[in-house]
């Protein structure tokens, strides 16, 4: 087999569990111990041993003085229980001299469980500041330059830094190693929580967590919703209909993330990636509850959404059990924030849908349009029933995240975000298109158009206009079915439509329908030039025109 001299932390695991001899040649090897030697020794126990122990006793020699340089060198031992498990397996396959190396090394160098602890808590802060592919600083020295960096390029301000500093002194000041370890640990963590203001502290056992079901509010295609408070604070539990569950995996067919896979965005995990500049315009998921699977054992988890941590948390774990039997991530059900408001279809249907305030919910469902289109998202499922309107305040939020989408720079990369009423979009609100087509801004924009137009309509409780409008839906539900059933294009039926709009829904002087016909027309129009990076320029420019004009 190929003796190799490696440089990186991946380009040795890979050789470890392909097989090939791993040789550390003093200083020429580079190898960042602190980081292969905790994955060397899994794959160890769950590749070569299992698979071609033979390999190992030929090369007895050589596995012996990597092992023996890792373990020297490193700043990061193994555990008591992770070096007397690997030294009974390497004992057990005949190999005397590298379970030795082991065993010296663990009473030269002792290993209790809160040193272990500490380098674990720190791993959890690396994973949320940097980028997977930098290499974790070793020392305190680089500690301070990779941060005085992270501040300067996000701008989190330099009292979170000043306060590193101070902290950091007092770690390298430390009596002993074990001390230290901990210092720098408590140092990274309070770092992390002044600069991005949320704790590595992620996960919590439901069991364990103090959430109260309440009464039952309703139910759609998604399944349950359920009055809840999670420590005081009231929310709202979404549980998926029969038991249905999101699984949350990683994209690693990517050719352009082989080395650092990303989250497959199903629609509630798309959920995740939501700042706060949209979730001010949509109640979006505070809390997944999370089932996760090792073997038999099962357990649900609170897991709280901080966008970039969230999925950071996600691909650790789901990294960290790669190959593992029946290791799992699925989504079971969701904790929102109360909606502020009343919903807008019972608005409309109470009287309080005002002409007075008509445009104002007009101008809402832009905004959140504005908002979501601006960072590629797609909501996937406007409608009246799936927005709040706040009277106090004239602030319109949208709701269910269930259709969420967050669109690529490419249609033909997006095979994932295919179209379809099973993603439990709402006929009479959906853009008529041919059956899988991609889910794209036109749908967001067209859904926007007829919620609009509804409401404008039902506030003027005007009959006459109201049976226009559900004559117009019926007849474009014809269209629709004209094309799934491939009689006609989708090119054809979207004229058709056009068509339709020009003859039946020129409603009023009303401003809101006439910006929801415009937007109907604009969609059915314009939408697919929408659908890469530049054309979101336009998306949103659009979007301003519409809200001009109210």
Not at 163 to 191: N, V
Not at 504 to 514: C, F, K, R
Request: glycine content about 8%.
């Amino acid at each position: 087999m190929a003796t190799k001299i490696f440089g990186n932390i991946n380009s040795a695991l890979s050789a470890l569990q392909s097989g090939e001899t791993l040789v550390a040649e003093g200083d020429q090897s580079q190898l960042r111990s602190a980081n292969l030697l905790e994955r060397a020794s899994i794959a160890f126990n769950r590749k070569v041993l299992h698979r071609d122990p033979q390999w190992l006793q030929q090369n007895n020699a050589q596995v012996g003085k990597a092992l023996s340089k890792l373990l020297t060198d490193s700043k990061k031992p193994l555990s008591p229980e992770d070096a007397s498990r690997l030294t009974r397996t390497l004992r057990f396959a005949g190999l005397e001299q590298v379970a030795q190396v082991i065993s010296d090394s663990q009473v030269k160098r002792p290993a209790p469980a809160d040193f272990f602890e500490a380098f674990e808590r720190q791993q959890e802060v690396w994973v949320a500041l940097l980028d997977p592919r930098e290499d974790k600083p070793e020392d305190i020295a680089e500690i301070k330059e990779c941060l005085t960096k992270y501040v300067k390029t996000h701008k989190t301000g330099d009292a979170a830094l000043v306060s590193l500093f101070t902290k950091l002194s007092a770690a390298e000041a430390a009596p002993d190693e074990l001390a230290r370890a901990q210092l720098t640990t408590q140092a990274l963590e309070d770092f992390h929580r002044q600069a991005l203001g949320y704790s590595t502290d992620l996960t919590l056992d439901l069991t364990k967590a103090n959430l109260v079901k309440g009464s039952y509010i309703g139910e759609g295609a998604f399944g349950t919703v359920t009055q809840a408070s999670l420590d005081g604070k009231e929310k709202v539990i979404k549980e998926f209909l029969n038991g249905k569950t999101f699984p949350i995996t990683l994209d690693t067919t990517d050719p352009n993330h082989r080395n650092d896979p990303k989250l497959l965005r199903s629609p509630e995990v798309a959920a995740a990636f939501l700042k706060q500049s949209e979730s001010d315009s949509v109640v979006a998921p505070t809390h997944f509850i999370v089932r996760e699977k090792v073997g038999t054992r099962t357990r649900e988890l609170l897991v709280p959404l901080r966008d970039k941590e969230f999925r950071a948390w996600a691909k650790k774990q789901l990294t960290d059990h790669a190959g593992e039997w029946n290791y799992s991530l699925e989504i079971t059900g969701e904790l929102q924030d109360v909606a502020p408001g009343e919903e807008v279809r019972n608005l409309v249907n109470s009287g309080g849908a005002t002409a007075g305030n008509v445009q104002k919910i007009a101008a809402g469902y832009l905004d959140a349009l504005a908002a979501l289109g601006k960072r590629g998202f797609v909501h996937g499922d406007i409608k009246p029933q799936n927005a709040f309107y706040d009277q106090a305040t004239g602030k319109l939020k949208l709701i269910d995240t269930g259709s969420l989408t967050k669109v690529s720079k490419k249609v033909e990369d997006r095979p994932n975000t295919a179209f379809s009423v099973l993603r439990g979009a709402t006929p009479d609100f959906t853009l008529p298109d041919g059956i899988n087509a991609p889910l794209g801004f036109a749908h967001d924009l067209y859904s926007t158009g007829i919620s609009i137009i509804q409401v404008a309509v039902g506030a003027e409780f005007d009959n006459a206009k109201s049976g226009r409008l559900d004559k117009f839906l019926n007849q474009v539900q014809d269209i629709r079915q004209d094309m799934w059933t491939s009689r006609i294009t989708p090119e054809e039926g979207k004229q058709r439509v056009r068509d339709l709009i020009q003859q039946s829904l020129p409603l009023s002087g009303n401003p809101a329908e006439q910006v929801g016909v415009r937007a109907l027309e604009v969609a059915l129009t314009k939408g697919g030039q929408w659908d890469d990076l530049r054309g979101r320029e336009q998306y949103g420019q659009i979007i301003a025109e519409l809200k001009a004009a109210l």
